[in-house]
């Protein structure tokens, strides 16, 4: 399974990567007005800066609603840089542009689905990454993995090679449980990412081995 990183702060990204598990990024509008990017030229310098950073693939949201708008930011976007796929909505019009940029050789990434429906959707429309949002289903008493699970069996049914990249992606267990059922990708925050290191037995079991090693080497 593919790692991403869920945020446009520059500290964190190089954090992931210097672990060298990480396979990409992944940011949306919130996420860069987070970290307190604004203006069309920062933004895009923003990005430019994320892909010198990480080796990956590099998601970068279009904010435009509408076909011709989503084209022409989706187009400048993928001319910033080879790593650049372009971000999509779950909309008809997102849809469309998926479309049109799969046919162009663009990769995309469809955001905001929520349904099994909207994912064969976006396979159809070609695109390369789905994002189906599980933590943002968990909060609604919806169980989002099992969304991940329907996906699985449908794009498997025909063979449809869009990567289901499994995103709102909160902690340890949704990295682990994404794994078991076959995500391709998940994209979550470098918390959920370092948590997976943590185990008590780890941290006795090195106290043990540093004391006992010390004991016969002084
Ligand atoms: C996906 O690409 C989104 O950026 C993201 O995973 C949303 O996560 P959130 O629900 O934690 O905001």
Redesign the pocket.
Known sequence: MKF?I?TANLNDIKEAQALGVLDGV???P??MAKEGITGKNNILKHYVDICNIVDGDV?A?VNAVDYDGMVREGEELADLHDQIVV?LPMTKDGVKACKYFSEKGVRT?V?LVFSAGQALLAAKAGATYV?P?I??LD?VSTDGLNLIEEIRGIYDNYGYETEI?A????HTMHIVNCAKIGADVM???LSAILGLLKHPLTDIGLAQFIADYQKGNQ
Not at 167 to 170: G, P
């Open positions: 991403f869920d992944t940011t949306n919130s996420l998601s949201e971000k990434n955001t994002s949002f933590g943002r909060d990249l995103a709102s992606v909160r994209t979550g925050p």
